[in-house]
């Protein structure tokens, strides 16, 4: 079946395939034909013809140019297929990671999906290339010198049908263990891979808090097991293939004890008997190979059936079928619930709210309280359980996931940044964005500041995630490609969570900015941040407990006032 599936991607390359077949022929044809070339040399020796002494050199000569031709057409022919079926099979693996909803990558680690992206990919080339390319030419050549030793003599050819099943049970014993040690294998490679990458990345926590013998032994522990499985693979490729050798050898035995049988022997000439001989032996080393690609075939059809696994997977629902152009920014939740997974709480429980275009909506709560949770249901990043969300008075589930996600910007907590330039990182989702534009939100966001600094300026690579800039400018950048966006819904998510108070200072007057004329829902901790709100919202344990202004809720005297009592009077009564 994944083999089946694997054959779809090569069939627009069809013909390129066929070439590929058509110099394995050649290879195989006059492979076998140097074993009729021992024939007729013996038996010219024999006549004592020796006319034909220039014949044969070259004859033979001819006999290994075509094979190298074959062998030439076969490889490169069968490599460019392999290439394309494993490059259209990572693009496709790829494209579905980036459809698939957000549960998903709440339940996989980042290791394991890049494990799989390169390592399980790869390993189907194995699978595509070697082992396509022995299968063909190998089980061309064996054909060839089966039909060969038919042929020369039938009777004497059937000692190696009769030893073909042997092979043959030997091989299905090997393949069946392979295929299980060798998904043991991937699943291990994506253990290494999701240690090491979770280390490497947190390196300064690793070191700060002493992690590194604790890193250490996750590490070589992942990597023991993987070694484990590696050794076992080995032991049944070291034992598979001396058996079927030994099966091979047994039969040339018989095949020499039975040849020198009067009966047998028939109307064979000395020549017609090395000829077949030489067949036989010939016959050996195909076999063997064959045998053990049985390992790389089994490897890669193992990767196959992983991929193919994750490339079937569902992407997020994206069922709705209206474009919306610019809208006006108003936002409605309707009795809005929304648990995580079947077996999790609730997370939100019936919240309800209406923003009007243009208005400041601040979210505040102790961690936890689901006020991330509201806003990221906004751009539909998980589905709803019960009620609704509307924008501009249509349902979010009725607009296509493009057309709802392109009204929203985003800044979170955590920035993402690629390794790309500034500029780049503003831009990021435009295509061919104006230089000007670029300039303009990198000054609204305060980016020019520290960019003018640097030798490139705005064209600056920034390194991975943003290494070689502060947490700030980090968020400045954040703060900028939202401007960039230009959408009327503005989603802040502790933006100014990482900047000192300088900076914050210059990014509240950026936002002020930017959130003119623009549906803003901002998520703070700090509440120093969120005065100027337009309202307020209290969540606490999934609902909203509270409503107002800030002087409304302080006079409240509710959980709003006594979040503001915990952020600016219990350090003071603390030293007191």
């Known amino acids: 079946m994944a083999y089946r599936r694997l054959l779809g991607y090569v069939r627009p390359y069809w013909f390129v395939f066929l070439l590929s077949v058509l110099g394995y022929a050649i290879y195989a044809a006059s492979s076998t034909a140097f074993a009729h070339v021992m024939k007729l040399l013996v038996d010219s020796i024999q006549e004592g013809m020796d006319e034909k002494r220039l014949f044969f050199p070259l004859l033979v000569v001819g006999i290994f140019a075509l094979r190298g031709l074959g062998t030439f057409m076969g490889t490169y022919f069968m490599a460019h297929v392999a290439r394309q079926l494993v490059h259209f099979m990572r693009l496709d693996l790829f494209k579905r990671f980036l459809v698939l909803p957000a549960r998903f990558y709440d339940q996989n680690s980042s290791g394991h999906l890049v494990s799989r992206l390169t390592f399980n990919v790869e390993q189907v080339t194995g699978a595509a290339t070697n082992a396509i390319t022995v299968v063909v030419r190998e089980g061309l050549f064996v054909i060839g010198l089966m039909g060969y030793l038919l042929w020369v003599n039938w009777k004497l050819a059937l000692v190696f049908v009769a030893v073909a099943p042997l092979i043959g049970i030997v091989v299905r014993f090997a393949s069946q263990r392979f295929r299980k040690i060798s998904r043991r294998i991937q699943n291990s490679m994506g253990d290494v891979t999701h240690v090491a990458s979770e280390a490497i990345s947190g390196y300064r926590v690793v070191r700060s808090f002493g992690g590194t013998d604790f890193e250490y032994q996750r590490f070589l522990d992942a990597s023991e097991y993987n070694r484990r499985q590696a050794m076992k693979m080995a032991l049944t490729k070291a034992i598979n293939t001396p058996v079927v050798q030994l099966l091979v050898a047994g039969a040339l035995g018989v095949l020499v004890w039975l040849a020198l049988s009067p009966d047998l022997m028939g109307e064979m000439t000395p020549g017609e008997f090395i000829a077949f001989l030489t067949a036989a032996s010939l016959m050996a080393k195909p076999l063997r190979q064959l045998t053990e690609i049985n ?282």
């Open 295 to 576: 390992n790389t075939v089994q490897r890669g059809l193992a990767a196959a059936q992983d991929v193919f696994q994750y490339i079937d997977l569902p992407a997020e629902p994206d069922l709705g079928q209206q474009q919306l152009g610019r809208a006006q920014g108003e936002l409605e939740f309707r009795d809005v619930s929304f648990r995580y997974g079947a077996d999790q709480p609730l997370a939100l429980k019936s919240v309800s709210l209406h923003a009007k275009p243009g208005e400041m909506i601040a979210l505040v709560g102790r961690s936890g309280s689901g006020k991330s949770t509201l806003a990221s249901l906004i751009p539909r990043f998980y589905e709803i359980e019960q009620g609704q969300i509307l924008l501009d008075g249509i349902p979010t589930q009725e607009l296509t996931l493009s057309s709802l996600r392109a009204q929203i910007a985003l800044v979170n907590q955590q920035v993402t940044l690629f390794n790309a330039s500034l500029a780049e990182n503003i831009a990021y989702g435009i295509a061919h964005p104006d230089p000007a534009k670029i300039r303009a939100a990198a000054e609204a966001a305060y980016v020019s500041e520290f960019a003018d600094q640097l030798p490139q300026g705005l064209e600056t690579l920034v390194g991975d995630n943003g290494v070689l800039l502060s947490g700030g400018q980090r968020q400045r950048i954040a703060i900028a490609r939202a401007i960039m966006k230009d959408a009327p819904i503005l989603i802040l998510d502790e933006a100014t969570s990482a900047l000192d108070t300088e900076s914050e200072r210059y990014i509240q007057r950026a936002l002020e900015h930017v959130m003119q004329g623009r549906t803003t829902f901002v998520i703070a901790h700090r509440l120093s941040t969120i005065e100027k709100a337009d309202r307020i919202l209290v969540v606490a344990e999934g609902q909203i407990v509270e409503a107002g202004t800030h002087a409304e809720l302080l006079a409240l005297k509710g959980h709003y006032a006594q979040l503001h009592q915990m952020q600016f009077h219990e350090p003071i009564t603390a030293q007191s």
